[in-house]
């Protein structure tokens, strides 16, 4: 189907064929020069000592859960209102994910209170995920980590360029993962980047990145290295040069789309504030903009709402079933409904609007108007 105003865009210009053309005709395709400066100036743009591209956000996830030491035995608070890749990244590396529940329907970050409460004898750490692009409670969050000696791996995929005080998200805790898939706030299609404050961490990442390997073709081909060692079982987790090349210029330009999406955000709060039967969370924290939600009042309207503006070309979606929810989880853990029943509510009345930096202010009216005539 042919959205007339879709749920998200990509803003793609001249910059991206330019560097994507100057990949081309280097004749090299894979992780090599361009790869080391995306990771350089993305460490620059976070202010940390470095960073680790690798494939995607999953991979990010995966790759920090094992250097950080998931294992067999060991439990991982997480929570269930998130994308399943939070979870499935604690699975692949061993361990146990341990749900806990949001905060309220104003705010969908994790609870605080509800991790301290899960943590047991076999639990390792936790994860965040600062969703919508809002910071979770990281003070909070960072002092019960400390208390219980604990890792604290931020979930970033949603807050490129988002801030917890002074510090970027993502450079708080023992390590930050973030994702550049298509509908990110930065996007290199498929793609990911680790930060972490501690060398070893992404030295193990890095290592891991490629089948464990010690030196990569890049430095081979360039003479800087003859051989190489496998030092362990790793992964086929690299980032591409292309990939590289378009993540670098929309690097240059996630700023000023992160403050257009909150200035459209700004817009559907004013204007949805004169329609009774929606909210929308978060108040007025600060964050990047990654999703504008809406909560209905009565669960029964959900579904109507979205065929409603279906019907009239605008495209919605729902962030997300909760991942307890899931028949694996519910098998492989047995978690259960009713486990965590604030983000089982929400989902029953969640609503994902269109956001991104090229939508219009007339478009956000639109789909304003469309929902009031739903109403109405």
């Not at 105003?5 to 090299?28: C, F, K, M, N, Y």
């Not at 076999?122 to 002092?143: E, F, I, Q, S």
């Not at 023992?174 to 898939?181: E, L, M, R």
């Not at 999406?261 to 504030?273: G, I, P």
Request: aromatic share 8%; hydrophobic share 40%.
């Amino acid at each position: 189907m042919k959205w007339r105003i879709p749920l998200s865009d990509v803003h793609l210009g001249a910059e991206e064929a330019t560097a994507l053309q100057r990949v081309l005709q280097s004749g090299w395709l894979t992780l090599g020069p361009e790869v080391r400066s995306f990771e350089t100036e993305w460490a620059q743009f976070l202010e940390v000592a470095d960073a680790v591209a690798v494939s995607s956000g999953t991979a990010a996830l995966h790759l920090a859960s094992l250097a950080l030491g998931v294992g067999p035995g060991s439990e991982v608070i997480v929570p269930t209102l998130s994308f399943v890749a939070t979870a499935n990244a604690v699975v692949l590396a061993g361990g146990r994910p341990i749900f806990v529940d949001v905060r309220s329907e104003d705010d969908l970050t994790m609870d605080p209170e509800e991790v301290e409460a899960a943590i047991t004898s076999r639990t390792v750490g936790v994860v965040v995920m600062h969703y919508g692009g809002y910071p979770c409670d990281m003070d909070a969050l960072k002092r019960i980590c400390d208390q219980h000696g604990l890792f604290l791996m931020e979930d970033a995929a949603h807050a490129p360029g988002a801030k917890w005080g002074e510090r970027f998200l993502g450079s708080i805790g023992g390590a930050g993962c973030f994702s550049f898939f298509g509908n990110k706030n930065l996007t290199t299609g498929e793609g990911g980047m680790v930060v972490a404050p501690a060398p070893e961490i992404l030295e193990r990442v890095r290592l891991l990145r490629s089948h464990g390997m010690t030196s990569l073709s890049w430095e081979r081909a360039s003479g800087h290295a003859w051989d190489y060692e496998v030092l362990g079982v790793g992964f086929n987790y690299r980032l591409t040069e292309l990939a590289a090349a378009l993540g670098r210029v929309q690097l240059r330009k996630l700023e000023i789309n992160n403050r257009r999406r909150v200035e459209l955000l700004k817009k559907y709060r004013t204007d949805l504030s004169a329609i009774p039967e929606v909210k929308m969370p978060f108040g007025e924290k600060e964050g990047v903009g990654h999703l504008c939600v809406i909560v209905v009042e009565e669960e029964g309207a959900r579904d109507g709402l979205r065929r409603h503006l279906a019907e009239r070309g605008i495209q919605t979606s729902l962030h997300y079933p909760p991942i307890h929810l899931f028949k694996f989880y519910q098998e492989t853990f047995g978690t259960r409904r009713g486990d965590h029943p604030k983000a089982e509510d929400l989902h029953r009345r969640l609503i994902t609007l269109p956001l991104y930096p090229t939508l219009r202010e007339e478009q956000v009216e639109e789909i304003v108007e469309s929902i009031a005539h739903y109403f109405r």
